[in-house]
């Protein structure tokens, strides 16, 4: 391609970290020295083309080196990879994670989503900037839910270099969060995955049995407890009887929109084009859900072995795990777990000597809620702004890279172990008949045992709320996250199910458990929804782009206004919300609304 | 020997629009089939030199047993699908879709839009006087066109036509995100600095007058642009032996602007910078 | 990137006639009826000794009605244009080969095809919308390789580019038949059925292996070997070529090679397999397709056939001469012989577009009369006796062009014309009323149903039918019917009789350019244009183009720190002919010893002051692509200035 590129030039940093993703340029046309070969042969064409998908993974890898991505590291990249130089800059700068004007090395990004503002964020935050000022080399950025919730309000410090250094603080405290982001390697080690899991250890756990109970860096130590029995059993059954059991175990998606996994197994296997691929989606970033984080921080390998027999029960060989940006120790451990199994060969050219290859990538995201849709997902990993596609055609047809692709959810994923360990008649036992096997919940705010718990899908919104102790004075408790919906302190009888839910007008979602007590203003957790959703539209589609912005208007109006007074801006909020419902292009936009409406309906927010 | 293309046989779908029969080839889509049938459904990101893009959500139509309503413009027809094209459910995302753009964007020159928002009952000034808008100012850093972002309402058209679809020079993307997503080249540098290399071809493609040959844009500001008063004439460029069909739009005996017709086959609507804009040198007239 | 302060020369349209009583005067405004009248005086004295200039950039009703001006109304074959300076080699290749002179595929076939071989064109530059035809097969999973002594933004987009040395062109072409031959990969059936002289053809290419070819052409022999087996494998594959090929003094030989490389593996004759190429101006095509050459009678007939001579004499009711006229280039030695006296030159400008142009300025001069037809007082103008302001083909008149893929379409007035211009048809009308032959031309539409009359090949194209098709691409000899969008499907007929005449292999040696480098001319010049320019800029320099920054000498990297000069400092560049001064640029396509210069801005750099007028013996055009040059730096003070 006839690239046009600026004068400036990349430091040499800047460099060496592009080559040591990339390796060292091949010719003078990608950035070498010119030689005397050069000027006479070069090579392009569609290879240099198809090379489209490492421009995240460059972006990351100059961005961790130095902190932002200047015009001479993006050309540089975009000279090595074959992209040009503008669709490069419209994708950079759709990541939160990335600036491409100068900043610190240092940036602590401060969440003051939903459950770290119930906790005092915004005052948090106010008084880590007053000490983090210009000259301290750190700058403060708020933040959307880091999925810290279980320990709000949350912190994370991101330290540009070689290599790069986080460090987490949460509960934060000014001092905990000044010393991260100033010192991130004397920061005191997170706390383990199991304190996340207050049932940790107890008998009758199912997805969470060895979080807090196997060494989550110790391939054999999950051997030891029970690891990779589901693979053994996956072979023995092969592709066709490994669907035959998820189909009949009942599992549908865990990440929201609850599609059976068997029949979308089933549509992806059953595709003539090739290659297949898996894609595991790990960006959790629903506001309040922090499941997959725990699963991969605390069982790792539970994730690498789900997904390889998801990947041979669906013929693909190549796995991508998108995961979270703001997620740096579930990256060091799943890094960690897909070497030791490569190591093994529980992953490469014959997993298992079954003469099966597959192998799992780790792809990073960048600070985009909306990579979770996805088909953002599949733009995102190809290189392309994170924006969803319309659909149809569906995933399993034309997916990632245009191939047939199954995408699931992490935990959707680990429950695949079970249902071929213990058989789908037994895992289908579990839970109520339309919704079978154990669920995740994750539960914050105002209860004194917040974290994830795992229950069978029956147990009602009143027995999780005790379990984690909910507090005195209840307002109302947001299921599902953002984009889910409020219920109302005396619904406590509402099952956990997707049907029952559905039935009570609510919905599970993601299986987040939010519970407000009235010390926190309703209509201020409703603008930051509203805030939320405006920061995370990508911006493609008018009904999302521009009505997240005149909801969040309203809200911002109403916000200490009831009654007569508020009536006009929630009319026009329920007009603009039924359109971006009913016309925005994905997820995202058309449950944008979801929440707030709720808020009004059934908490009577504004009354 | 008759060799006009015939291409591979298409078979007919047949379905329903507004409780009508109709049919379509496969592979239309249900726009195809709706302007067929002379309904009018109205469009501002789709091109007919494009692939869809349905960004801009104003074609939206019923579909029965579709849970959200469904874009016309890239939605393929299904055998037995019913398209209900004038409900009250589309026409009211129709009416939100014209209010949040005509409250945030200037479609002072984008055609047909003030028809639609007069029909669709739209009320744009409902937002409040606060309400935010895209505050541009045009950007005006070359001799041959303006880029008036103020007028903008992200179709992506301009984007498409630079990029893969046909010119392949990529010179502008979408950047940030949101609301505050704009069409920028690399760094938001002048397009003086970018790999533009000045076809014209996302001028081509713009709905709403947010792209314009410097000629209309200096004319609209002194107030002597004027439409009515213009011939559209179709001839072949006279430089290089390619030979693209050329529309010279002129006013008073001046070529005011270039375009291509777009279903032409050797330039599908495209011009290189000489065909758009090198026709100065007829009307060095002293 | 920097611009330098220029004030380009801009031109302004002819409003009025123009004459002097002698070339030592000023020229002064003149009626129409004076300068008709001298006009006619000054070519009826000079019957003999006449030449017209026709021109490649106005209708094909202009250039029918120039061609039947001469040999009807001056009796004389000796009409040409500036296709002479581009692309008559590739006309009179193609001839060679397939008995018709026309790029054999069409724009579209290109985005279905498997291979795409750009060879000495720069088509991202010189026909950027061809070239997105090209990006549609490339994006369709169409591989394309470049054939090119710099990388150009077009072979940015290639497979593989290959960087051979100036003038190499048959080398590489051999070296490539030669391998697909020995690879087993070439078309045996089509060889046998359909082309001759193979046998001569293989014995002619065995000397040139992959080795012998790397040493001549530079380019290393496994991307020789790749690009074979590539355009050998494809099963449809097309071959583009423009001025790299055409602009040198073997430029027929080298099409010649090229289109061997089609006969040897059946790449031509199909849809998505053939060969183009690519035009230069609007209507170089249509120009040669009306006549407007010296060999040729409208409808590409040939003037040595006596039926075709008969037919047109009967049309015409005159007598054509029996022999061929004079091409551009014979006749600019015939002026200095002083055996041609009076040109009629009609939209061209040779003073400034011809291989070393002081010549061509210098024997124009010894004319007893130039008249010269213009919308601008161009250069060549300047040396006229007579000047007639005419209007802009392309968009003041009426008429027909006719583009690359042969797609004849429909050109319109949309404005009206300046002054006093007229018509180029109705002046011609005037002239020849004046000196006895009364044409009445009612308008453009009789003119081409004049021509559809003679030409079998556009009997089919009504006025009517070329406005419903938005073009229709010759031969279209009916009126009912379209033909295939591609030539020569003849070739892969069963039967013998459908095929017609086989293809002749071209039997051409490699011979390298005629201006050797040597120590004191150590640098290889090439030229070509860039993308916002066209020729000698008489017409682009009409608008401001952001992209423009006027003549450099560009330079590699290297060379440019070897000499120590720098971005924007003025050089003087030598060659054998002449010396220019032009400030550098610095452009990583080149390599050391190759620089690189356009003929776009003739009145701040004469780059043709440069090149040599070394001509291709068989299609007469120059050798604009490699002539040898040194570069030196200007004493401190011119700097300075």
Redesign the interface.
Known sequence: ????F?DSKPTDDERAAVDALLGPPES??EGAD?S??D?????????ARERRDLLLPGLHAINDRVGWIS?GA?DHLCRRLTV???????VA??YAMFS?KPRPATVLHVCTDLACAAAGASGLCARIEARLGPGSGASVERSPCLGLCERAPAALAIKAGEPVRTAVSAPATVEAAVLAASAPDSAPEEPPAAMAVPQAGQDGLVLLRRVGVADPESLDDYRAHGGYTALRRAFALGPAGVIREVTDSGLVGRGGAAFPTGRKWQATASQPDHPHYLVCNADESEPGTFKDRVLMEGDPYALVEAMTIAGYATGAHQGYLYLRGEYPRALRRLEHAITQARARGFLGDDVLGQGYAFDIEIRRGAG?YICGEETALFNSIEGH?GEPR?K?PFPVEKGLFGKPTVENNVETLVNVLPILTMGAQAYAAIGTGRSTGPKLFCVSGSVDRPGIYELPFGATLGELLDMAGVRDRLRGVLLGGAAGGFVRPDERDIPLTFEGTREAGTTLGSGVVMAFDDTVPLPRLLLRIAEFF??????????C??????QE?ALH?IVERTGAAAADDIA?LR??G??M?????CGLG?TAWNAVESAIDRLGAYE | MTVTPLGIPRRLLEFTIDGEPVRAPEGSTVLDACRAAGKDVPTLCEGDTLRPKNACRVCVVEVEGSRTLVPACSRRAEPGMEVRTDSERARHSRKIVLELLASSVDLSTTPQVAEWIKAYEAKPDRFGPDAARLDEEPKVDNALYVRDYDKCILCYKCVDACGDQWQNTFAISVSGRGFDARIAVEHDAPLTDSACVYCGNCVEVCPTGALSFRSEFDMRAAGTWDESAQTETTTVCAYCGVGCSLTLHVQDNEIVKVTSPHDNPVTHGNLCIKGRFGYQHVQNRD | MRKRDRTPKTYTRLTHPLLRDSRNEPFRQASWEEALDRAARGLERNRGAFGMFSCARATNEMNYVAQKFARVVMGTNNVDSCNRTCHAPSVAGLSAAFGSGGGTSSYEEIEHTDVIVMWGSNARFAHPIFFQHVLRGIRNGARMYAVDPRRTSTAEWAESWLGLNVGTDIPMAHAIGREIIHAGLANEAFIERATTGFEEYKALVEPWTLSLAEKVTGVPARAIRELAHAYARAERAQLCWTLGITEHHNGTDNVRALINLSLLTGQVGRYGAGLQPLRGQNNVQGGGDMGAIPNRLPGFQDILDPDSRLKFESAWDTVIQPHYGLNLTEMFEAMEEGSLRAVYCIGENPAQSEADSEQAVRRMKQLDFLVVQDIFLTRTAELADVILPATAGWAETDGTTTNSERRVQRVRRAVTPPGEAREDIDIICELAARLGHDWKYADAETVWNELRSVSPDHYGMTYERLEEHQGIQWPCPSTDELEPTYLHGRLWEKDPAGRGMPAPFGIVQHDPPVDLTDEEYPIRLTTGRRLDSYNTGVQSGGYASPLRRGEYIELCPEDAERYGVVVGEEVQVSSRRGSVVAPVWVDTALRPGLAFMTMHFPDEVDTNQLTIEANCPIAGTAEFKASAIRIEKLPVATIVR
Not at chain 1, 39 to 47: C, D, H, I, P, S
Not at chain 1, 84 to 90: H, L, N, S
């Open positions: 391609m006839d690239l046009h600026g003078s046309w010119r005397d070969a000027l006479r042969w070069a090579r392009g064409g569609r290879e015009e993006l040009p130089p503008a669709e490069a800059y419209g700068t759709f491409v985009a702004r319309s149809p405006r920061d995370e539209s990508c911006g493609q589609c008018v009904p782009r521009v009505g997240t912005v005149r208007e109006r026009l007009e603009v039924r359109a419902r009913d016309a925005s292009i058309q």
